[in-house]
């Protein structure tokens, strides 16, 4: 036993795990130490920054033996950034350490023994993946230094650091697809040069607060929404030559009014200032209308990913009928629809439910249903109308399902579920409750939907077996 641990205290720690939320875990005399941005493996000297009951957190202070899966991040801006947590770990030993977290929180938060959990599947391609970028415009507090003019503003477009309002600077995220990495960069430029007023958050003076841009990864278009306090933007005309002069690619560039002293990024009016106000995404067949501003998967190579293990786990026959719960704008439910007899998908989100229709009529389907409601207020009221389902997919939020929906779906003997979770604890402790209702689990397959953070999603399969009488 060395010295008490004490805020400020440097001690030597050797990493031997990460935790869920992606920082890296060691041990003095037992006692557990969460440490952003260390490896597995490595030998380091930390500095104490937080004492808890149970835990502490420190900042690495030296590296004295780097672990051997420790790597040079690309990204210039990676420690400031806080927007990925594991750039400095080898792909490989993400993808390790990813299905370990989902091992260990079926093992540590349920009594479920072992369930076969599938090393997390690899995205092809670990980079410039996210399809949507809302970035925050600011101003440099100082002169442009080439500038003899008073008072120019130089530009800045970029990120909050993690937990603040601090903006990093962002040439190039490197997690972005690079059309809107380009669209940020000719954005910018074409701001500096007209010198748009730039949005003050403290006074709520100023103009421009975001950009928001979106991809088509199958159509290579894309959108941007300038995001603006006030409803004119100054020599419009010459920004739109701009950036479309420099990005072929852009399609339709749309302004958002938010003039609202608040955190949240668009305000309710949207107007099309030129070209087209949605994107088609064209996916193994199935065709998506997104606007920049409504919800889609962010990834959209992960979204085929997860289309391949659902086709199997789903493994829906021509006479079947699916419940999809948490819809979302039907991406998932158009999947089922394709093999099913016919869908039924529920969202809180009326906006997103109105999406799914259309893109359930996009594409033709006659056998589709969609309903705006809470999958907990509206499983029960089709259970008591006699509507039967063999399969339900559940894609709740981080949070996971109500306990109603789980109690339903069993009361329902819906014989398979689905189950898609960005959040392994919830997720372990769903499966845990489904299978005290009668459900037995058996595969859970990881996907590395968003290499570089510690997000992992998860797709598990259920049945229901016995005699139920455990209800
Ligand atoms: C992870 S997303 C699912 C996205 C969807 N599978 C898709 O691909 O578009 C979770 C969804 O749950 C919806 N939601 C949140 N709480 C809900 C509830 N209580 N009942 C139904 N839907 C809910 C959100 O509106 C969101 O669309």
Redesign the pocket.
């Known amino acids: 036993m060395g010295e008490p641990l004490k805020l400020g205290s440097r001690v030597p720690l050797k990493v031997d795990d990460i935790a869920a939320g992606g920082e890296a875990v060691g041990r003095v005399d037992n006692f557990v130490i969460f440490v952003p941005q260390g490896a597995p493996g490595d030998e380091l000297e930390v500095e104490v920054i937080e004492l808890r009951k149970n835990y502490g957190r420190a900042h690495i202070s030296k590296i004295i033996k780097p672990s051997i899966r420790r790597v040079q991040p690309p990204c210039p801006v990676y420690h400031q950034c806080g927007g990925c947590q594991l750039q400095h770990i080898d792909y490989d030993a993400q993808l390790f350490y990813k299905t370990k977290i989902v091992k260990d929180s079926i093992q540590h938060l349920t009594d479920l023994g072992t369930i076969k959990v599938h090393p997390c599947r690899r995205l092809d391609d670990p980079w410039n993946y996210r399809n949507k970028v809302q970035a925050v415009v600011a101003a440099k507090p100082y002169l442009h230094p080439k500038d003899t003019e008073k008072g120019r503003i130089s530009h800045v477009v970029g990120l909050y650091a993690q937990g603040t309002h601090r903006v990093i600077k962002i040439d190039e995220c490197l997690i972005q697809d690079t059309l809107n990495n380009k669209i940020l960069q000719a954005s910018r430029e074409a701001m500096e040069r007209l010198q748009w007023p730039v949005y003050n958050e403290k006074d709520g003076s100023g103009l421009v607060r975001y950009l928001v841009t979106r991809a088509s990864y199958s159509t290579r278009e894309a959108l941007l929404v300038v995001v603006a306090a006030q409803p004119r933007l100054p020599q419009v005309q010459e920004f739109l030559n701009h950036v479309k002069r420099r990005v072929p690619q852009l399609k339709g560039v749309l302004l958002n009014l938010n003039p609202h002293q608040t955190n949240v990024v668009l305000g309710n009016r949207t107007q099309v200032l030129w070209g087209k106000d949605h994107l088609i995404e064209d996916l193994l067949g199935l065709k998506f209308q997104i606007s920049p501003t409504s919800?889609?998967?962010v990834n959209t190579r992960g979204l085929l990913m997860m289309y391949d293990v659902l086709e199997h786990y789903c493994d829906l026959r021509g006479k079947d009928t699916a419940v999809d719960?948490?819809?979302?704008?039907?991406?998932?439910s158009l999947l089922m629809a394709k093999r099913a007899k016919r869908v039924l998908g529920?969202?809180?989100?009326l906006d997103?439910i109105e999406d799914a229709v259309v893109n359930s009529d996009l594409n033709g389907f006659k056998n589709t249903d969609f309903l705006a409601g809470?999958?907990?207020k509206v499983l029960p009221q089709l259970y008591r109308q006699g509507q039967r389902f063999q399969l339900a997919l559940l894609?709740?939020?981080r949070k996971g399902c109500?306990g109603e929906v789980l109690q339903v779906l069993a009361r329902m003997r819906i014989p398979r579920v689905v189950y898609?979770s960005?959040n392994p604890s919830s997720l372990a402790r769903d499966l845990e409750i489904l299978t005290g209702l009668g459900y037995q689990v058996h595969e859970i397959q990881p996907l590395d939907m968003f290499p570089q953070t510690y997000h992992v999603e998860c797709v598990a399969r259920l049945s229901l077996v016995g005699d139920g009488k455990s209800r």
């Open positions: 919800f889609f998967q719960l948490y819809c979302g704008v039907g991406s998932l529920v969202d809180i989100s997103a809470a999958s907990e894609d709740p939020p109500d898609v960005c």
